[in-house]
């Protein structure tokens, strides 16, 4: 199973709704998803219409208590699985930030088959390089970042990118990742300018596909939908329809 961090250390700029669109768009095509919410605000599983779930039976009951992944997967009507996130997971940092090797307790549990499951993996994570995002960062493969098209998201991205080399180190690989320009609008000269600052630095990194400033990719977690089940000829569905075929057309996925 490929796994995937969808990070930025900034709020505000997609993440969420780069987790929730993008896996609906892979259980459109049949590629079964799972999303592990590591998030301690739980959004995406909001988002899914995932409520009022016990701490013991979300991401939460599998750093605190050691409860196996495979035990609190839920399938969901869309086609997208997920493990909910809980608000104490804010309170493993400081449960579990001194224990040595605790950064790789993900990716030890995922190595030693607790799912035996072989669709993608998304893992929404916080907006901080804490312990949880550690997690998420040293189980993945690869990281899709989202970006919006603003002076501090963008100083915020290099200092991502400096973070990201250091995590090389000890991983002994390099993090390969995507970053994805979202509620862009090409009316406005600030997206112009950044989309062509994000060309010039990360080259082929930097995704095609766009997502647009659409109303209804902020109305559908409202309703516990993704955008294609609210609203699906949208152009946040469209454009989530694109980036998931151009991210497994490039092998992100694999």
Do not use: W
């Amino acid at each position: 199973m490929a796994v995937i961090a969808v990070f930025n250390q900034k709020g505000g700029v997609g993440k969420t709704t780069t987790t929730l669109n993008v896996a609906a768009g892979l259980a459109v095509l049949g590629r079964q998803p799972l999303i592990l919410d590591l998030d301690p605000q739980a959004h995406v599983s909001l988002a899914l219409g995932v409520r009022g779930v016990p701490s013991e039976a979300c991401m939460s009951g599998f750093f605190r208590t050691g409860r196996p992944l495979a035990h609190m997967v839920r399938p969901l009507r869309n086609g997208v699985r997920i493990i909910p996130g809980h608000p104490d997971l804010s309170k493993i940092d400081a449960l579990l930030g001194s224990t040595p090797g605790v950064a790789g307790k993900l990716r030890q549990g995922l190595a030693e088959g607790q799912l035996a499951y072989a669709g993608p993996v998304l893992i929404d994570c916080a907006p901080a390089l804490g312990v949880l995002s550690l997690n998420a960062l040293f189980a993945a493969e690869r990281v899709l970042i989202p970006v919006t098209a603003d002076f501090l998201t963008i100083q915020g991205l290099n200092r991502l990118d400096i973070a990201l080399k250091v995590l090389e180190q000890p991983l002994q690989r390099r993090i390969e990742r995507r970053v994805v320009l979202t509620r862009y609008d090409e009316a406005k000269p600030q997206c112009r300018e950044a989309l062509a600052t994000l060309r010039q630095k990360y080259g082929e990194a930097l995704c095609e596909t766009r997502i647009p400033d659409d109303p209804a990719l902020a109305e559908s977690p409202a309703h516990g939908m993704d955008i294609f089940a609210y609203a699906g000829d949208s152009p946040g569905a469209q454009a989530y329809r694109l980036l998931t075929l151009e991210l497994l057309d490039k092998g992100f996925f694999q």
